[in-house]
């Protein structure tokens, strides 16, 4: 049984700054991807940032030069770091792990930036 728990949302003032971690248990595989998700009311779940088990990292544009995505293999964890946050990145994040024989996503977590 695999589980992800993310933990590190909250209410942020523009400019400012949040950490965001999931921790992954059960057979998660040794090649697989985890990523972070978003999803602001009224829009669908969109792709935040992605990172393989080697270590390759994809970004959307918008968030490109302010966060950053990075793992910890032995802790099978997966953080985001979110600086220079801007009102329009409110949202649930969600962590997702996809691995071969499919994908699991965590109960999300609310990130809230005011202007």
């Known amino acids: 049984q695999v589980q992800l728990v993310e933990s590190g949302g909250g209410l942020v003032q523009a400019g400012g700054s949040l950490r965001l971690s999931c921790a992954a248990s059960g057979n998660i595989g040794s090649i697989n991807t985890m990523g972070w998700y978003r999803q602001a009311p009224g829009n669908q779940r969109d792709l935040v940032a992605t990172?393989?088990?080697?270590?390759?990292?994809n970004y959307v544009d918008s968030v490109k030069g302010r966060f950053t995505i990075s793992r910890d293999n032995a802790k099978n964890t997966v953080y985001l770091q979110m600086n220079s946050l801007k009102p329009e990145d409110t949202a649930v994040y969600y962590c997702?792990?996809?691995?071969?024989?499919?994908?699991?996503w965590g109960q999300g977590t609310q990130v809230t930036v005011s202007s």
């Open positions: 997702k792990l996809a691995v071969t024989w499919g994908q699991y």
């Open positions: 990172i393989s088990s080697a270590g390759s990292t």
